[in-house]
Nanobody, 122 residues
């Protein structure tokens, strides 16, 4: 079992920054990949970024490249998503997830957090 708890969401203005955290516990070392996804109202959940538990492999969705940074702190078993230059279209519920495959598809991830709301106003 793996437990994931997101935090750090909130309501901000366009151009502001936020940092999301995902605290992980349980059998996390069975899962190589840690990802962030988001789901906006009326839309499907979409990939945002992923980072591997070992090494430095990082991938981003084109829509966030250059604005968002994913990182991890192994001493705290926590993954972060630093979001800068936020836009109204970034408004969504953000989820962290872990899986065994290096994939942008949500179905390839095995455990999910409860999500944290990010709202960006223009």
């Amino acid at each position: 079992q793996v437990q994931l708890v997101e935090s750090g969401g909130g309501s901000v203005q366009a151009g502001d920054s936020l940092r999301l955290s995902c605290a992980q516990s349980g059998a996390i070392f069975n899962y190589l990949v840690m990802g962030w996804f988001r789901q906006a109202p009326g839309k499907e959940r979409e990939f945002v970024a992923r980072i591997h538990r070992i090494g430095t492999i990082i991938k981003y969705a084109d829509s966030v490249k250059g604005r968002f940074t994913i990182s991890r702190d192994d001493t705290k078993n926590t993954v972060y998503l630093q979001m800068s230059s936020l836009k109204p279209e970034d408004t969504a519920i953000y989820y962290c997830a872990v899986g065994r495959l290096a994939s942008p598809r949500d179905r390839d991830y095995d455990y999910w957090g409860q999500g944290t709301q990010v709202t960006v106003s223009s």
